[in-house]
């Protein structure tokens, strides 16, 4: 049999499609191209019904070609009984596009061995979309050696389709060729596979380390042996096919986002999610949103999840808890989780535990994390722990530490310590941290300051600063400032206090006085001190007041001074006093030394002792020479002792 050349090329239904591709309507839409390609009007404003008409005439005049469009218009229509017999009238007389058509209607009726038999004679004479059929029939039959064979010959055709599926088969066998037939299918418009060669592209760009191994067939995404993209751990890295032509190597995140845009321009949803996504990241948040609108509009649950939070980002919480309830609606559990934490700080606890529970249901963890933290919040500790128990067992990270917490302020130590560990194993740096402090409490020291290594290294702000505390006192100076930096960087007050009594104690002594010399610049630790200062930290004030001080600064160090003395630091009350008794405020100044007396300062006992004297208040005099005596240290009790007695031999004179 003699075939004629393509003249109405043949296309796949949409039932056909649907059994065949996971994304059946992009695949359908190019078939319908096809159809419309494929039909030979001679007016150019002719209507349909015209259209058949006139290719019906021909098609009773015995015209192979008018019968083989007339077949595929009324297949495409759903007519098979009025198709079949257009399309095997053509097929007899050796129209390819004719029996791949057939094909598909016998498919269609439930005759697949038939309908392959004339695909294979459509594919012999090069048509490239019954080859690709015939390459999916053989793959559903498990022939992946003659399913290859059929959608290279389609893919190598130019047949997008073809190139695809073929890219699949690749990909079910991590075969590193799959790459290229994706590019091959993308460049020819196939939405599908330019989003999933866009997510290709994306993860190698992100995860340079994990290799060229494979493609993850049911998310698009590329993965490795163990790695967290392959929840069953099961991927392995195949040989590559012969026949398979590895692309040269392209891509990068701009590459990927190019696949993106011209997938989500086609109507894919999810590459306007992950586009959305990129946008945002880079910090273009108005295209970021338009892309995110269209996905969400589209039905992506997620999209809507993501829009509502740039819309609360933005400030505008009303529309964003709309998007939210809307993907919450369609089972995100994200969406879920934020609209209970919506209504947990409007205080509405009753609707935000409704929610959490919601987004529990549908399978995110975080629910049960969220449902624990609100109970806890409100005092129910029993509740929060069976959540808290719910989503650590589930492997959440900071759920089992919260556990943990719970236990140890219940005084279960023991109790505490596993899960603490599971949850820093699981890479909770909290957990870490807390581990050095339950170690810390049982002058474990060593095990502790490994935990908090651990947890520094991790960038734990707190960790770093006992880092930084252990190597001092060891007297590694020079780790102590590293780890001490770190903390003080992450805002440690405490972690910026010692910084600066490190670098404080390596300035040389400050020589006299020069009249008219120039104000020293602050140096470094005063900055740090500063900075520790301004967080409340009382010793820190001090230190900046004497700082002030010493450069003649008195307004400054009086300011200084006063705000630790007010938050209730001694050595800045006895300090302000000394300050204001200078300038002249001795009335002021006895009345800080007073409250730094009370708060234990021996030398401010003494001054209120001497002011007492000078005043001819000698009982007074006594009794404040009693306590700087009771509170030291040794040479201001010696003084008192002397003053005391000298006021005794006044007062028995």
Known sequence: MVFMGDRATLLETGRFVQRHSGNAADEIIEAAGVVDEAVDTTAEHETEAETEARHRRAAESGDAAAMSVLGALLLRRGDLDGAEPHLRGATAQGDRAAANNLGVLLHQRGYPDEAAGWWRVAAVAGSAPAAHALGRHHRERGDEPGAEYWLRQSAEQGHALGAYALAELLEHRSDVGAERWLRAAAEQGHREAAYRLALALERRATEPARGPHAYDTATGLRTSPGTPGDAAGKASAAPRSAAAEPAAPKGGLAEAEQWFRQAAARGHRRAALHLGALLEKRGELKEAGRWYLTSAKDGEAKAACALGFLLR?????????????????????????????????RGEQQTAERWYRAAMDAGDVNGAYNLGLLCAAQERTAQAEQWYRRAAYAGHREAANALAVLLLQAGDANGAEPWFSKAAEAGSVDAAFNLGILHAGRDDDRTALSWYERAAAAGHTEAALQVGIACLRDGDEQAAERHLRCAAGGGSAEAAFRLASVLDARRPAPGPPVLGAPREEKSECEEWYERAAEQGHRRAQVRVGMLAAGRGDVAEAARWYREAAEAGSRNGAFNLGLLLAREGGEREAALWWT???????????????????????????????????????????????????????????
Do not use: F, I, K
């Open 595 to 653: 409250r730094a007396a009370h708060a234990g300062h021996g030398r401010a006992a003494l001054r209120l002792a001497l002011l007492a004297a000078r005043r001819g208040e000698l009982t007074e005099g006594r009794r404040w020479c009693a306590r700087a005596v009771e509170l030291g240290p040794a040479e201001v009790a010696e003084r008192a002792a002397r003053l005391s007695e000298a006021l005794h031999q006044e007062l028995t004179a």
């Open 313 to 345: 980002d933005a400030g505008d919480e009303e529309s964003a808890a709309v998007w939210w309830l809307r993907a919450a609606q369609d089972g995100d559990g994200n969406a879920a989780n934020a609209l209970g934490a919506l209504h947990a700080a």
